[in-house]
């Protein structure tokens, strides 16, 4: 990147010189820029991720109107892609081939191999980063956000994965109300542990609060939120001194044993996985489980879709619990992040950086965030009204945010994650045992990332 | 071929084999216009509700008109390129002597049996050199040139069974080669090309990754990215919306085989009908 | 060059044109992908130098000196004359440049963001973010998370950074620094030592034997057999019955089988009167995984084989059955002797083509099991799109997919060309009649 910048400067140099005389001097002519900005996986509620930008253009074109130059952006939005793997292969190929746009909403994860390909440009070489409002960004987003040393996107949103119990059926299997309220305490400090939510969660079919395979009702799918269990039993999936990615056996294999553990005793369908999210929604929200996880996005579609009214009064909700020794509780964060892709020129560049900078302002990321029901990135959206006035989001930043981690940056954590799910999958189903899954994991991760990862 | 014996038995073994497509496509309709209670499995309330879509613009979303023109202009574009490219090489490899007809022939179809899906990123090498990468034209080439082996063989199955004395005959009378194809050959593969016509619209009808992939800036939404859309919503997903879309989507192909279903039927073996 | 030479030539030129240069190309292109580790990565049209920190991570301890990694990793920026002359060769402002000098004069900061700092300090900075950064690339000196095109150049500016420099030391850190793909014979080995190799290669041929003899060809063939025998109304709406699936979006389709099969289904609903408990059909065991990716896929494709059949059946001069009913025949007879032998070609391009069909398709097995329970129903086709073109994190292993195509495609031919053999091919092309 540095080459380009180098030959822009001149430009650059020219117009500010020239931005300073211009108090006094006639308006320049006006410039145009056309600002294309692709969001993948997004909802209709998600359009703020767009929106911002556009709202971010018209600030900035005022602000450069009070130094004199006039600029007009157009913002050209697209949400609608068909699903990320449509989203991600668009995008790739078409800055590759100069017509991709020049924002992208997507997930930390494509930081690492984007940067390698030099589709994205560095985003700290075109914002500062110590002004507000990057500066007063979650210092944890921030970091998920770069890659190799080296700033490469502001975060979008934050979320976070938290474990759910119904409230009900815990207090019928004698949880008393002051229980209920200390669980997240309990659970934080490690006190309460995965295992005892699979002994609880068979107490709720014993006394025939929800049906087999109902008591502990994990995410039906492959995501981000399996790795928190690796986390509970201690694994690490980075070494940022060497920079290799960590398979732990120990705790993989504890991971693995434990929903092996969960499916044998029955608290937990043996073919859960794939199991209709929508059916998934409808029974969590509605008292058909006992405990599960999930994310906290899931708030809006339980209060909204699937009509619970009252969630503060019937789910209780905390970090992923510990998995006893050597282990902790933990949650995941997955934000997206705004990245500035090497689509046009220095200039254009230059533009997308700092509309997303004026994106990342308390008050207009607040408008995603409780439009979306995800958590915001910065310390001062708690004094926005709207995102304080909010009592999910409040609790959930304060109850989960500081504790989160993220999943590494790295070319080949993809890999090392399809891996780590077919082995799980096999040992869900009964194919294989925990030790033969992690022992296949093993040659596999090894065959496929050869000195990228270490096997502890 | 009805031959006045009993065929009440054939028909309720078809019957059975049938309930599960039956069962599903008649629910498929009734979901589109009624309601039903959460938790009950039988609709109690008629609406028209769900097909709302086709008067206002569903949040988020393009028109489903300017979708479903975009759609139309795909299939019927890939459509009419297989249909005139399929039906000239077709007769060449059928009639004429060509060197290498074989080769070509077993080689097209050995190429079908290359995933299409790994392909993508060749594809986009060789259009972004051309300079189509990231236009509708370049992918309606792509998804002509990805039809054409079917085409191609279907096509040769018809000329394979048009007489040759009818060429013969035009030859005698001093036509040229190429004016025997058009004037004589042609018209007596006509059900070949109305059948493949039906084939090409729906394969292009439902395309769903290419336009997608290779021209994302294009602005060409089709129908089965729109449908996909309302499903990949997690937060509010409409599944009554989603079957209505659905259906629509299906509605002017099923007019389209109700209309050319006679022609489908004879797919094979145009000419030589006795 | 003959008449009919020419005329062959144009008829068959735009076919070839596109067919070479939209599918046999990309073909060829992807075989030879199949030997790269091409990826999301390492980008497609190639790639550039760059010592960064992944790059030390990688340089590997044994062939490097730790020094050199250590000079290599530092970043250096000096704010020496000649960054200062080319702040005055930029037309930037000369109080800022005199105040830098004059503060800072020979400082040198470990990172670009303290020196980013200490212009921020200044009194007469630019009001601009982006002067200030621009300013402050003047004056690196280092290589660190430089970016360069050429190799010479990299090179260069590498033997300045390190002067001692032994041979094998920077052909290392070149390769290592070098973002692009390369050639490699790795993919092959990956996949033959990858355990569930094998187990997916049953399950590929498991799917595509059973869907093909049960559905494609097979049921296609009792369709197409059985609706000759029924009245012209009766044969129309079970041919438009079974033409239903090939026309409904895919997306729609499954959701439909899922509607009728799942925990919350309309099979459930049903038995659930006659008070049976309810399992969910389609993920219950391996074996209903099975039963409903071949009743899924069946369906779909006993289409395309019907509609071929049923037009070959009717291509059949009509006064042979008549003949055949006169002498009495059954209808079985009718079937053995006067339609089965006619339908040699069709079932030959039908099995051909769904076989290869068949092999390259997963979409419905992608929308209904995934590949599960476990990965039980995970075929070769789904695998290569799965590890190779869908990524959750979002390396797509280009190279890998492609070596996982290519497989597929020597499994299609070694098929065609059996198929070929056993109908008989060249029998099938005959030599033209005109000759001119």
């Known amino acids: 990147m540095t080459i380009m910048k180098l030959e822009s400067i001149r430009t650059t140099a020219l117009a500010a010189a020239a931005a300073g005389a211009m108090l006094v001097a006639t308006a320049a002519s006006a410039q145009d820029y056309n600002i294309t900005v692709w969001a993948g996986g997004s909802n209709d509620a998600d359009i703020y991720r767009v929106e911002a930008i556009e709202m971010a253009a018209d600030i900035l074109e005022r602000e450069m109107a009070i130094l004199g130059e006039e600029v007009n952006i157009e913002v050209d939005g697209r949400i609608d892609f068909g699903s990320w793997d449509e989203f991600k292969q668009a995008v790739t190929l078409g800055v590759e081939s100069g017509t991709g746009p020049n924002i992208v909403v997507t997930s930390h994860g494509d930081i690492a191999p984007w940067s390698s390909a030099g589709i994205i440009r560095p985003v700290e070489d075109y914002v500062d980063l110590d002004a507000w409002p990057l500066n007063d960004i979650y210092d944890n987003l921030i970091e998920i956000s770069s890659f190799d040393g080296i700033v490469y996107g502001i975060p979008q949103d934050a979320e976070s994965r938290p474990f759910f119990a119904w409230i009900p059926h815990m207090r019928a299997i004698g949880y008393s109300d002051e229980e209920i309220a200390a669980l997240p305490a309990r659970v934080q400090s490690g006190d309460y542990t995965l295992y005892d939510v699979l002994d609880d969660a068979e107490a709720m079919q014993e006394a025939g609060l929800v049906e087999p395979g109902y008591g502990f009702y994990p995410r039906v799918s492959n995501g981000p939120d399996y790795w928190q269990f690796y986390q509970s039993f201690g694994g690490e999936m980075h070494d940022s001194e060497t920079g290799q990615l960590v398979l732990d056996t120990e705790a993989m294999t504890r991971f693995y044993q434990f929903f092996a553990d969960a499916v044998e005793r029955g608290v937990t369908r043996r073919n859960h996985i794939g199991t209709p999210w929508d059916q998934w929604y409808a029974e969590v929200a509605s008292g058909q489980a006992g405990l599960w996880h999930g994310g906290t996005w899931h708030y809006a579609r339980y209060t909204g879709r699937e009509g619970l009214d009252d969630f503060f009064g019937n789910v209780q909700f905390s970090l992923i619990p510990s998995g006893g020794d050597g282990g902790g509780s933990n949650t995941i964060t997955h934000p997206l992040v705004y990245l500035v892709t090497s689509q046009d020129d220095e200039d254009t560049a230059f533009i997308a950086a700092e509309l997303i900078k004026i994106a990342s302002e308390p008050r207009i990321n607040t408008l995603h965030a409780i439009l979306s029901a995800h958590l915001g990135i910065s310390e001062s959206q708690s004094q926005v009204d709207l995102y304080s006035g909010d009592r999910w989001a409040r609790e959930a930043t304060d109850r989960l945010l500081p504790y989160a981690s993220a999943m590494p940056n790295h070319v080949g954590f993809g890999d090392y994650w399809n891996l780590m799910w077919a082995g799980l999958e096999s040992v869900w189903a009964g194919q294989a045992t925990p030790e033969e899954a992690v022992e296949g994991l093993q040659v596999a991760a090894q065959n496929a990332l050869g000195d990228n990862i270490v096997i502890r | 071929m009805e031959d006045g014996k009993r065929t009440w038995h054939i028909a309720t ?14 629910f498929l309709v009734i979901d589109t216009v009624t309601d039903t209670t959460a938790g009950s499995p039988i609709p109690d309330r008629f609406t028209f509700e769900h097909w709302r879509f086709l008067w206002q613009r569903i949040d988020g979303r393009q028109s489903i008109w300017l979708v479903t023109m975009n759609t139309f202009i795909f299939a019927a574009s890939t459509t009419v390129l297989v249909l005139a490219i399929s039906s000239t090489a077709a007769y060449a490899l059928s009639r004429l002597n060509m060197p290498f007809r074989r080769f070509f022939l077993a080689g097209i179809l050995v190429l079908h049996g290359f995933p299409t899906i790994t392909l993508i990123i060749a594809i986009f090498l060789i259009l972004n050199m051309i300079g189509l990468y990231n236009t509708l034209i370049g992918v309606i080439l792509v998804k002509a040139a990805l039809e054409l082996p079917l085409g191609i063989w279907i096509m040769k199955g018809f000329y394979d069974s048009v007489p040759w004395e009818i060429e013969m005959a035009g030859i005698q009378d001093g036509a040229s080669r190429f004016m025997v194809w058009r004037v004589l050959v042609l018209p007596q593969v006509a059900p070949g090309i109305l059948a493949l016509g039906v084939f090409s619209f729906l394969a292009g009808w439902s395309e769903y990754i290419l336009p997608q992939v290779l021209a994302p800036n294009a602005n060409v939404q089709v129908l089965s990215v729109y449908l996909a859309g309302l499903i990949a919503d997690d937060l509010n997903p409409d599944f009554n919306l989603f079957k209505s879309v659905g259906l629509f989507y299906m509605v002017p192909v099923v007019i389209f085989y109700l209309f050319f279903q006679k022609h489908l039927m004879n797919i094979y073996g145009g000419g030589t009908k006795g | 060059m003959t008449q009919q030479t020419k005329l062959g030539l144009g008829f068959m030129g735009p076919a070839i044109v596109i067919v070479v240069l939209l599918f046999l190309a990309p073909v060829l292109l992807t075989g030879f992908f199949s030997f790269t580790n091409m990826s999301t990565a390492t980008g497609i049209s190639g790639g550039t130098y760059r010592i960064t920190e992944s790059v030390l991570n990688r340089l590997p301890a044994d062939q490097v000196r730790p020094d050199v990694i250590v000079s290599l990793s530092e970043s250096q920026f000096v704010v020496d004359e000649a960054g200062l002359e080319a702040m005055r060769a ?45 300013a402050v690339d003047m004056f690196e000196r280092s290589l660190r998370d430089r970016d360069f095109a050429e190799e010479a150049a990299f090179t260069a500016a590498l033997d300045d950074a390190v002067v001692d420099l032994t041979d094998n030391e920077r052909v290392v850190i070149v390769q290592a620094a070098y973002s692009g793909w390369t050639m490699t014979t790795s993919n092959f080995s990956r996949l033959w030592s990858t355990p569930q190799t094998g187990q997916v290669i049953i399950n590929t041929l498991f799917y595509v034997g059973m869907t093909l003899l049960l559905f494609n060809v097979g049921f296609a063939l009792v369709l197409a057999i059985t609706t000759t025998f029924l009245p012209a109304g009766q044969s129309a709406f079970f041919r438009a019955i079974w033409f239903l699936p090939r026309i409904s979006p895919s997306v729609l389709y499954v959701l439909l089988w899922k509607w009728l099969a799942w925990d919350t289904g309309f099979i459930n609903a049903v038995l659930g009167q006659f008070g049976m408990a309810g399992r969910n059909w389609m993920l219950d065991t391996t074996a209903n995984a099975w039963v409903f990716v071949i009743l899924i896929n069946g369906f779909v494709g006993a289409s395309m084989g019907m509609i071929i059949f049923t037009s070959a059946i009717r291509a059949i001069p009509k006064p042979l059955f008549y003949a055949a009913q006169v002498d009495g025949a059954s209808r079985w007879q009718q079937v053995r002797f006067i339609i089965l032998p006619q339908l040699v070609w069709p079932l030959l391009f039908v099995s051909t083509y769904q076989t290869l069909s068949l092999l390259t398709s997963f979409e419905y097995i992608l929308l209904s099991t995934e590949g599960g329970p476990g990965s039980t129903t995970e075929v070769w086709s789904l695998s290569a799109y799965q590890t190779a073109l869908s990524n959750y994190a979002g390396n797509l292993q280009y190279g890998y997919g492609a070596t996982m195509a290519l497989v597929l495609v020597a499994i299609g031919v070694a098929a065609s060309l059996l198929f070929l053999r056993l109908f008989n091919f060249k029998h099938l092309v005959s030599r033209p009649r005109i000759e001119q």
């Open chain 2, 13 to 26: 073994i078809l019957g059975i084999a049938s309930v599960p497509l039956i069962i599903m496509y008649l």
């Open chain 3, 90 to 134: 930029e037309g930037l402002d000369p109080a800022f440049i005199e105040e830098l000098a004059e503060r800072h004069g020979a400082e040198v900061f470990t990172s670009g963001d303290d020196l980013e700092d200490a212009m921020k300090d200044l009194d007469n900075r630019p009001r601009s973010i982006r002067v200030i950064k621009g």
